[in-house]
């Protein structure tokens, strides 16, 4: 019988081809009408989610002669996010196999490079801390509407709430949209091109990445959570967030501890570590979970031993990135730490009230944030489901730090899996817990999920990517419609706080069943391609 046929595949005539089943025909076509969707959204003319960067210059313009109309542009990205949702949710059911090597990826990633971003106008943000970076200036002193009187071709197009706010990006994020903004020149569009093709590369080396480190039973969810993720390819990718970049060195680090035993593979996650927190400060955590990582497969001492490598790895990068910065990179993160989103359940206490007790109200949701997700995280620590089959099964059984019987017969095999596994718990935690929070917070839980096994987990983060995503469509607060605006303002402050309230509830009765209960480990199809 052919290899990768079942009895069922053949007839008297010969091996005939294998009938996928519905979901997984289902799952498809939703996929594809999303990513259509997004990319309709992309490669059309400016419109309420997408800022005008023309001219274009030697840049990719409008690929479609489409104007979309507001109300007709927030039904396709509400549209388009629906069907995410729902592929995600059929993957967990169907579990397709892996795609057959770089060809798929690699055209999705150029065809987004002839889009332009849409969902928010951060980018713009990027280049104009770049343009002020390389023309002489401090981003994070400096406004963009302060620099060149107003009148500076790059640092002008920041739109509204972002003109007068400095930089809250760390110096190796900016030194990257400095590199953006310097080929771009005084070109807007070119220097967003730029920085949109870093992304892609960030997004492709993820996946590279996770395929490296997970072993080849955990590629289809790779592929399913982060390459053709509408979520990642829609938010991350053509949202052309930095979120994305920081990832990347996030995924960099576990695969340099996992790969490179000892001293340099410690050392090197650590200078890693440094460029994902120096690009954006709460990626930094990726340090704590190689510390959970290394303890739990090696033990106190060795954690110890390799997480103060790590932080010398770290200083050897940080140290030099914030001596060139400069003491006040951090300055508008601490004035910006009291923010509250709209779309989250503390706006409904900050608009309720201006004090709880003697204690302003921003101080007690700050607080109250900082709880939450440490209880999040905690609920989420038992919901993880790892695989009974798999090395870290013994480790991860625990809902806490496993005895150091346990802890010995945990082989490095268990090392990757663990800290992406950890790192699925802190980043959802947060991104659910905190008082401001955006689609785009979610690019590592991502990434990591594919470590983990199909279990209710998957559920929880599709629906708070969904929430999110339909939250803050179509993004920008320019070029809509009074109709339009009060429909998604109205999503965005009076519904979705109570779905994210309705998340937290979900988390912790996951967490107190056990995700372990709800896990579904089976392995890969039958004739499902191999890895390549």
């Not at 009408?33 to 989610?49: F, H, T």
């Amino acid at each position: 019988m052919a290899q990768g046929l079942t009895t069922a595949d053949t007839t008297a005539d010969g091996p005939t081809r294998r009938r996928r089943p519905r979901p997984e025909v289902a799952r498809r076509v939703t996929l594809t009408v999303s990513l259509l969707l997004l990319l309709l959204v992309g490669l059309s003319r400016p419109n309420a989610a997408q800022p005008d960067l023309l001219p274009r210059g030697w840049a990719p313009g409008p690929v479609l002669p489409v104007s979309l109309d507001p109300a007709v542009l927030t039904a396709l990205l509400w549209a388009a996010y629906a069907l995410a949702a729902v592929t995600l949710l059929l993957a967990t059911r169907t579990l397709p196999g892996p795609l057959r090597g770089w060809r798929v990826p690699g055209l999705l990633g150029a065809v987004t490079l002839l889009a332009a971003p849409f969902g928010s106008a951060d980018h713009v943000n990027y280049l104009a801390y770049g343009r002020i970076l390389v023309t002489g200036g401090d981003p994070w002193l400096v406004s963009p509407v302060e620099w060149g009187g107003g009148a500076d071709p790059v640092t002008s197009r920041v739109e509204e709430p972002w003109t007068e706010e400095p930089s809250v990006y760390g110096p190796a994020g900016t030194a990257v949209f400095g590199v953006a903004a310097r080929l771009g020149g005084e070109n807007l569009r070119e220097g967003v091109w730029v920085w949109q093709l870093v992304l892609v590369l960030a997004w492709l080396a993820v996946r590279a990445a996770l395929r490296a480190t997970l072993p080849a039973d955990r590629h289809g969810r790779v592929d399913v959570f982060w390459t053709l993720n509408p979520f990642v390819v829609g938010v991350g990718v053509l949202g052309a967030h930095v979120d994305v970049l920081a990832a990347a060195f996030v995924l960099a680090a576990v695969l340099a501890a996992a790969r490179l035993p000892g001293t340099p593979g410690a050392l090197l996650a650590g200078a890693l570590v440094a460029l994902a927190g120096s690009t954006k400060v709460t990626y930094a955590v990726a340090a704590v979970a190689l510390a959970v990582g290394w303890w739990v497969v090696g033990g106190p001492m060795a954690a110890l031993r390799r997480s103060a490598v790590l932080v010398l790895g770290a200083l050897v990068i940080a140290g030099p990135l914030h001596l060139w910065a400069g003491e006040h990179v951090y300055d508008q993160l601490d004035r910006s730490r009291q923010a509250v989103s709209l779309a989250t359940p503390w706006r409904l206490l900050l608009d309720a009230v201006d004090t709880v007790g003697p204690f302003g109200v921003r101080d007690v949701i700050g607080v109250g944030a900082a709880v939450l997700a440490v209880v999040l995280a905690l609920a989420l620590t038992r919901a993880t489901a790892p695989d009974p089959g798999t090395p870290t099964a013994s480790v991860a059984r625990s809902a806490d730090l496993p005895p150091a019987a346990t802890r010995s017969s945990a082989g490095p095999d268990a090392f990757a899996p663990l800290v992406l596994r950890v790192l699925v718990v802190l980043h959802l935690a947060y991104s659910l817990a905190a008082s401001y929070s955006l689609p785009w917070y979610d690019a590592v839980v991502w990434a990591a999920l594919p470590a983990l096994a199909a279990s209710a987990v998957d559920v929880l983060a599709v629906l708070r990517g969904l929430v999110a995503a339909l939250a803050y469509v179509p993004g920008r607060v320019l070029g809509m419609t009074p109709g339009v605006e009060e429909v998604t303002l109205g999503f965005r402050a009076d519904v979705a706080p109570f779905l994210v309230a309705a998340l937290w509830v979900l988390a912790v009765r996951l967490g107190v069943r056990g995700g372990r209960a709800g896990s579904r480990s089976r392995p890969a199809p039958r004739g499902a391609p191999p890895p390549g």
